[in-house]
């Protein structure tokens, strides 16, 4: 059955209208992903792996989150002129369909390459690269027109920097570009509360709790969550499977939603999975309870397989997913019927997926991947009790 596109943005779409729903920029590994090992090798010796995969990390997971949910999607990185830069370019641009055109190759530069090991729901990984040959600002230019663009703040790259030329985020917001800024671990351990100041530049700030309380010195998510929302006019704060709250101070609602039950397997990528979704409920307008919901089941989907970008689902594992969930609330139970009730509005969504939309897909070197669980795992609806043959969503192959 051939992939067909689901568009949730299509009512919207005028021929005025921004070139692209997301506009992105960042560095592009090679994840190189190894799982079911016994455990870590000791010093001087080989172990086995049950299974492994291969597909473009770093800024790539964002991206392909966002093109798998639909949006136009274009992304501004720099890739090798090695087999590793030829393999994520042909995966980003012609599997997942994002929008390369303001990348750039440069010869006689390695790709960073990333080496993911995953034990017992843990994961060490090894990574070798070199600063890329350009900043990205000067890479890119002048940005094409977007709805959004996804930022990490950073003291190093300032949106709004005096010492810097203008940063190309600050630009696509002047060309009417919404700003949706996270933020990554300080290991120095400062956490500057400086770098908060860039906030007055953003649309919604969504970084996790523990990052949330340490740059703003509070003692609490909830505390942080009110500290950030004094700065940015949406302030989320994820607390990964405890769920996520949120500020919209424009429209006024304040939303805690609690996250799907779900067996984790690897959280790589899942905190761009949610940045992805709530980004597509804010450009469709939608509640603020409800964004982080969808939100919180792409991310839900995500923690299911292995692999950052090769976990993204697409809206035909989302339909998938809503299907069981009816039919779980129909068989009864408190919890199948509470599910049902919070993500009662995609039902006004998934009737218009088309039967062959876009699913999660295994991008790899080696044409085949192999990073799914031996074992049926629990769906985000079904309880850790109840019975384990519920199918659930698996990566597909190529």
């Keep these: 059955m051939s992939v067909q596109v689901y568009d949730p943005l299509a009512s919207d779409r005028t021929p005025e209208g921004p070139q692209f729903d997301v506009f992105l920029a960042g560095t592009v590994f090679l994840d190189i992903i190894f799982t079911g090992l016994p455990a870590m090798p000791a010093a001087g010796t080989e172990i086995w792996a049950e299974g492994m995969g291969s597909c473009p990390g770093g800024i790539a997971n964002l991206a392909i989150a966002t093109s798998r ?12 002129d090695d087999d590793y830069g030829d393999f994520c370019w042909r995966t980003l641009e012609q599997q997942e369909s994002v929008d390369l055109s303001r990348s750039r190759r440069f010869e006689h530069w390695h790709s960073p390459v990333t080496v993911s090991m995953a034990v017992d729901r843990d994961r060490s990984m090894v990574t070798h690269g070199h600063p890329a040959p350009m900043p990205a600002s000067e890479m890119i230019g002048k940005p094409p027109r977007s709805k959004a ?62 990052e949330a309380v340490a740059y703003t010195g509070t003692d609490t998510p909830r505390d942080a969550l009110y500290a950030i929302a004094d ?21 006024g609602e304040e939303a805690f939603v609690p996250a799907p039950r779900v067996t984790a397997l690897d959280p790589t990528g899942a905190g761009d999975v949610f940045g992805a979704g709530f980004v597509l409920g804010t450009l469709s307008r939608w509640p603020l309870a409800d964004r982080l919901a969808f939100a919180q089941v792409c991310a839900a989907l995500a923690v299911q397989q292995f692999g950052g970008s090769l976990a993204a689902p697409g809206w035909g594992d989302i339909a998938d997913w809503w299907h069981d969930v009816r039919a779980a609330a129909d068989r009864g139970g408190a919890y199948g019927s509470s599910l049902a009730r919070r ?56």
Aim: charged letters at 20%; aromatic letters at 6%; hydrophobic letters at 40%.
């Design 69 to 80: 949910l639909g949006l136009r999607t274009s992304l501004a990185a720099a890739f090798g």
């Design 149 to 210: 663009v996804i930022v990490t703040l950073s003291a190093d790259e300032a949106l709004d920097s005096p010492d810097s030329p203008c940063n190309w985020a600050e630009l696509a917001r002047r060309d009417g570009a919404l700003i949706f800024a996270d933020v990554g671990w300080d290991p120095s351990g400062d956490w500057s509360p400086s770098v908060l100041d860039q906030l007055s530049l953003c649309h919604a700030f969504m970084p996790n709790a523990i």
């Design 231 to 251: 700065k940015v006019p949406v302030a989320v704060v994820t607390e990964g499977a405890h769920g996520a709250m949120a500020i919209d101070s424009m429209t």
């Design 343 to 398: 993500y009662a509005f995609l039902d006004r969504l998934v009737p218009t997926v088309p039967v062959g939309a876009v699913r999660r897909a295994a991008a790899t070197i080696a044409r085949h991947a192999d990073v799914g669980p031996k074992t049926p795992q629990p769906q985000p609806d079904q309880p850790e009790d109840e019975d384990p043959d519920t199918p659930r969503v698996p990566a597909q192959k190529e």
